[in-house]
């Protein structure tokens, strides 16, 4: 099992939007599993973290590729504009 962050710094005053287009992405991706999206409260303004726990990273890749679908690009699509950064964490879980 491993749990995936990817973790955006939105430009000030983005991260509710950031967190609109995540939720409906969500809704039309396959292999999303067990996600959540979290807002900072104490770490830096505006940073917006998808978590998903996946059974592997084959699972994850194949989610990450869903990403081509048509309805999913249609909804990402402003989304850069939305960023200041960001970056990606993985850690497998030790069950």
């Known amino acids: ?22 939720k409906a992405a969500g ?3 396959e292999g999303m599993g067990k996600t959540k999206i979290m ?23 194949k989610m990450a590729g869903s990403t081509q679908k048509p309805e999913v690009r249609e909804i990402m699509k402003d989304y850069m504009t939305l960023l200041e950064g960001g970056h990606r964490e ?6």
Do not use: C, H
Not at 1 to 18: C, H, I, S
Not at 90 to 95: H, L, Q, S, V
């Open 1 to 22: 099992m491993y749990l995936v962050r990817e973790v955006f710094q939105t430009k000030p005053g983005r991260a509710k939007d950031l967190v609109k287009i995540l």
């Open 27 to 29: 809704k039309v991706m």
């Open 39 to 61: 807002t900072d409260a104490v770490y830096n303004y505006w940073t917006v973290v998808l978590e998903m726990e996946v059974e592997s990273l084959a699972v994850w890749e």
């Open 90 to 95: 993985i850690f497998k879980i030790e069950e």
